[in-house]
């Protein structure tokens, strides 16, 4: 989806994708959750597949919004893009280490449960809206000028 700051004059319409993208992450998001907490005996079939298609999914949501912020020099880029590049290399190495067998499933789910969730909740509740706020009255602003 093109976001690009520059060719949109409607504010609402150049953040879209983050609304976007951020419900096609929830869906993923509860196939991981449902799948670890029924694999209580053994993995469910699907959890390695939903794992890369939502890493695959945060990673190009991640660039997206990246790309956004360099369209805007958005101040916190910085800091925003660490979170977002230590959240997906611990994501990554997880499921790594799962495929190698070096973790268990109940490791997973404490990650993927206790810390993942509860950080990526945090962060769309905080970082991803200030960074649309910021991105819709810089635009609306650039239109003004």
């Known amino acids: ?3 690009d700051a520059n060719q949109s004059s409607d504010p ?3 953040v879209a994708f983050m609304s976007h993208d951020h419900e096609e ?3 993923l998001l509860e196939r991981i959750v449902e799948s670890l907490a029924s694999s209580t005996g053994g ?3 699907d959890l390695r597949k939903d794992l890369r ?3 695959e999914h945060t990673r190009a949501h991640f660039n997206r919004e990246e790309s956004l912020m360099r369209e805007i020099d958005f101040p916190p880029l ?3 893009k660490q979170e977002h590049d230590a959240r997906l290399e611990e ?3 997880c499921l790594d280490d ?3 067998g070096a973790v268990s499933l109940d490791e997973v789910r404490e990650l993927f449960m206790g810390r993942f969730l509860p950080w990526y909740r945090r962060h769309c509740a905080t970082m991803d809206v200030a960074t649309e706020k910021f991105a819709k009255a810089h635009i609306e602003t650039k239109d003004d000028g």
Do not use: K, Q, T
């Open 53 to 55: 298609d939502f890493i």
């Open 1 to 3: 989806m093109n976001h």
């Open 78 to 80: 910085p800091v925003h």
């Open 91 to 93: 994501l990554v190495s």
């Open 98 to 100: 799962l495929d190698a």
């Open 43 to 45: 993995e469910s079939p």
């Open 12 to 14: 609402d319409r150049a």
């Open 25 to 27: 992450a929830r869906h």
